[in-house]
C-alpha cells in the first residue's frame, strides 16, 4: 500500500478556492494538512474566513501554522520570526474556538542559509 500525505499552504483565502479543495477532498475521503497565515489572502477573524477554517476543522483536517502574513524568514531577527508564529497560533486558534495545543507546528517559508 502507497500512502500519500497531502497539503496545502496559504490559506485560507477569500474567493472560494479554500472551500472548492475541500469540497474535492470530501468527495474523494481523503485528508490533507491545512498550513494557514492569519492574514496572507484574507484575514482569519474575517467571517468568511472563519467559517472556512471552521469547516476545514469540522472536517478532519489538521491545521498548522504557516506564519502570520507569509514573510521571508531570512528578512527577519529571531524575534520578529517567533512572533510571526504565535501571532498566527493566536489568531488562528482564536478564529477556529480551539486551544493553541490542537494545533500541529509549522510550515517554514522562504528561510535560505
Do not use: W
Not at 494557514?36 to 484574507?42: G, K, L, P, Q, R
Not at 477573524?45 to 531570512?74: F, Q
Not at 520570526?81 to 504565535?86: G, K, P, Q, R
Request: hydrophobic fraction near 40%; aromatic fraction near 6%; glycine fraction near 6%.
Amino acid at each position: 500500500m502507497q500512502t500519500a500525505a497531502l497539503t496545502f499552504d496559504d490559506g485560507p483565502d477569500g474567493d472560494g478556492h479554500t472551500d472548492a479543495v475541500l469540497d474535492a477532498l470530501k468527495a474523494a475521503g481523503v485528508k490533507a494538512t491545512f498550513f494557514v497565515n492569519a492574514n496572507n489572502y484574507c484575514d482569519v477573524t474575517t467571517a468568511p474566513c472563519k467559517a472556512t477554517l471552521a469547516r476545514i476543522s469540522a472536517e478532519g483536517h489538521p491545521v498548522a501554522d504557516h506564519t502570520y502574513d507569509h514573510p521571508h524568514l531570512d528578512t527577519l531577527t529571531n524575534a520578529q520570526i517567533a512572533t510571526e508564529f504565535s501571532s498566527v497560533d493566536a489568531d488562528v486558534g482564536q478564529a477556529m474556538t480551539v486551544s493553541l495545543s490542537d494545533l500541529t507546528c509549522c510550515a517554514i517559508v522562504h528561510f535560505q542559509t
